[in-house]
């Protein structure tokens, strides 16, 4: 092949990339056991979405833009969390008088040594007025990895808050 067609199919290739959204929101995924501490508490519990927005956000990595909807991610992050709940014999109740309030308010995805580092930061409250943020990252090759892991890293921080442990347990 001549360079100029070369570089035309190159050039070619490189202008398609550019601008490209893709859309992607995390399917819940399990975490292992030992990640989660033994839950005491035996009172339901109710969980919600306390993000109002329900907009997209473009988040830009490498030649790419992924919308992100902080509503769904933090629908992601609860509906994970009910299910490592209910796996633990826990009751998850809308009407429960023992509530967690979460919101997921920023993600980044960061390109990193051929990877891609996801950070989700998340407001977590509790029924008792307690109010807190947590950081919530994973690392993989793979951006959909990454976020799949960060979500995961979120439910964990959340059920390794002793803050809300102990008002769970009240």
Do not use: W
Not at 16 to 25: A, D, E, H, L
Not at 92 to 101: F, G
């Amino acid at each position: 092949m001549r360079p100029l067609t070369i570089f035309l199919i190159f050039l070619y290739a490189l202008l398609i990339n550019i601008g490209c959204t893709t859309i992607y929101t995390p399917k819940p995924s399990p975490i292992e056991s030992y990640k989660i501490p033994d839950l005491t508490f035996m009172a339901p519990v109710s969980i919600k979405n306390t993000q109002t927005s329900n907009e997209d956000v473009d988040l830009s990595y490498s030649n790419y833009t992924l919308a992100v909807n902080y509503r769904e991610y933090t629908e992601s992050v609860i509906t994970l969390l009910k299910d490592e709940l209910e796996k633990r014999g826990k009751t998850v109740s809308d009407d429960a008088h023992k509530t967690i309030n979460i919101a997921v308010i920023d993600i980044s995805l960061i390109p990193f040594a051929g990877s891609y580092i996801c950070q989700i930061d998340l407001n977590l409250g509790a029924g008792n007025g307690y109010l807190v943020g947590r950081e919530a990252s994973a690392k993989s090759m793979y951006f959909r990895k990454a976020i799949k892991y960060a979500v995961a890293d979120a439910v964990i921080k959340i059920l390794n808050n002793g803050e809300i442990l102990r008002y769970l347990g009240e």
